[in-house]
């Protein structure tokens, strides 16, 4: 079995709309750390035939993207939907303060994660001596899917691979 070093995966952020045809992918610049987390809620339909044992069905769900980088404050903003050749800080923030939906893509060489997701937070931090750095939530708007280009089986989320 082959580990994977943790610094060959990274967090994409679409550079266009959400809802563009094509679509071309920024990695989150100086990324140190991402996460995906992956849920489901699931309902309790325990009842008296259940003979004491707690029963449950499959419910909704749900996703999230977490992820910390270091901050450069050179990297523009750009209003969403306008082409950005950096995604750092500024970018997100113009992002969040327009309540902009983000397509995202987590993975390495040709397995990604994809999804439509809003930015349920961004937070700075600097500590003395130390880099700033910021962090940030993303949280799902609907399906997650799994794509891999070597067996065909990409989402209809083009430019990734370009």
């Known amino acids: 079995m082959a580990a994977i070093n943790g610094t060959e995966l ?4 679409a550079n266009n709309d959400v809802y563009a045809s ?3 992918w920024i990695a989150v610049a100086l990324s140190k750390s991402a996460s995906l987390s992956i849920s489901a809620d699931l309902p309790d339909v325990s009842n008296k035939d259940s003979s ?4 449950i069905i499959g419910g909704q769900k ?8 270091l901050v450069d404050l050179s990297l523009t903003a750009a209003a ?3 082409v950005q050749t950096n995604m750092n800080i500024l970018p997100l923030w113009t992002y969040f303060s327009q309540r902009a939906k983000l397509r995202v893509a987590w993975g390495k060489e040709d397995n990604y994660w994809y999804g439509d997701a809003f930015i349920a937070s961004l937070e700075e931090s600097a500590e003395a001596e130390q880099p700033v750095s910021f962090s940030g939530s993303l949280t799902g708007s609907g399906a997650l899917i799994y794509g891999n280009q070597a ?7 083009p430019g990734l691979f370009a």
Do not use: H, K, R
């Open 10 to 13: 990274t967090l994409y952020i």
């Open 22 to 24: 094509a679509t071309t």
């Open 52 to 55: 004491g044992w707690s029963e």
């Open 62 to 69: 749900s996703w999230s993207m977490d992820f910390e980088a």
């Open 80 to 82: 969403a939907g306008v």
């Open 151 to 157: 067996t065909g089986t990409l989402p209809t989320y």
